[in-house]
């Protein structure tokens, strides 16, 4: 897994938890949508074709990357959506380290841990836990709504 | 820029009033303290993140913790208000060459 946040690890202790949390939960609502923007990115694209037959998760995001970076005009629209949703959760992961990492929250890691379990089920398991879009969506809403209330 | 940040995207903050938009930050609160030290408005300050690569509308995404705002009646990560949407994407076509 590479790393997004190069630059955060020092500050992020210094964000509150709410912060910490809504930020978190930024990554998982990109990581949902783009995931559910599979089929219409590219509405006039066809596959292209030959390249890499995909096979598995890991397959579909070589072959996305590849036709991103490599500036095709029409990459395959479902691995484009698959590639930016898998981005953004591996995103909230790295940040949802950062925050287990953080000493103010000790009293909070077993939820922390727990989190995490359950965040990777839901985008790169099998969903054993039976999460939900709307699930994640509520979860992390409460944390956003208590980092921003007093801003004006 | 992106590629060297976040793989496919570019966090950004745009002032709508002042038709300037901070980016290259990790974090759009970041961005939002940059602009708010330049004499921004928070009320006039919303997160946006952009894909490069993305050739239709969807190469802007309407999605920040900053956005949510109670007492503006913003209640989600989006932006509500349409005529905001517009501005800011007015603002960005304006400032990036695609």
Redesign the interface.
């Known amino acids: 897994m590479?790393y997004?946040?190069q630059?955060?690890s020092n500050r992020w202790q210094k964000?509150s938890f709410f912060?910490q949390m809504?930020?978190i939960?930024?990554e998982v609502?990109?990581a949902i949508?783009w995931r559910g923007?599979d089929n219409d990115?590219?509405?006039e694209s066809d596959p292209p074709a030959g390249g890499p037959t995909l096979v598995g998760d890991e397959a579909i995001s070589i072959n996305a990357r590849s036709a991103?970076?490599s500036?095709t005009?029409n990459p395959d629209r479902k691995v484009?959506g698959f590639?930016?949703s898998r981005?953004a959760a591996e995103?909230a992961l790295e940040l949802l380290f950062l925050t287990i990492a953080d000493l103010k929250n000790a009293s909070r890691l077993k939820e922390l841990t727990r989190l995490y379990e359950v965040l990777v089920d839901y985008f790169f398991g099998q969903n054993q836990y039976s999460s939900s879009d709307s699930l994640w969506q509520k979860y992390f809403y409460a944390f956003?709504?208590a980092?921003?209330?007093n801003?004006? | 820029m992106a590629?060297q940040?976040?793989?496919?995207?570019v966090k950004a903050v745009v002032d709508v009033k002042k038709g300037i938009m901070a980016v290259d930050g990790?974090?759009?609160?970041d961005e939002e303290a940059l602009l708010l030290g330049k004499g921004s408005q928070?009320?006039d300050l919303w997160g946006i993140?952009i894909?490069p690569?993305?050739?239709?509308d969807?190469w802007i995404?309407f999605?920040?913790?900053?956005n949510?705002?109670?007492?503006?009646q913003n209640l989600s990560?989006g932006v509500d208000n349409l005529d905001i949407r517009r501005k800011i994407r007015k603002i960005v076509n304006k400032l990036i060459e695609k």
């Open positions: 590479s997004y946040y630059r955060l964000l912060e809504a930020n939960g930024s609502e990109r949508n923007k990115l590219f509405p991103i970076q500036g005009q484009v590639l930016y981005e995103r956003n709504y980092a921003r209330i801003v004006r | 590629e940040m976040f793989g496919s995207l990790e974090l759009h609160s928070q009320k993140n894909y690569k993305i050739k239709n969807d995404e999605d920040s913790m900053i949510l705002r109670p007492s503006l990560r």
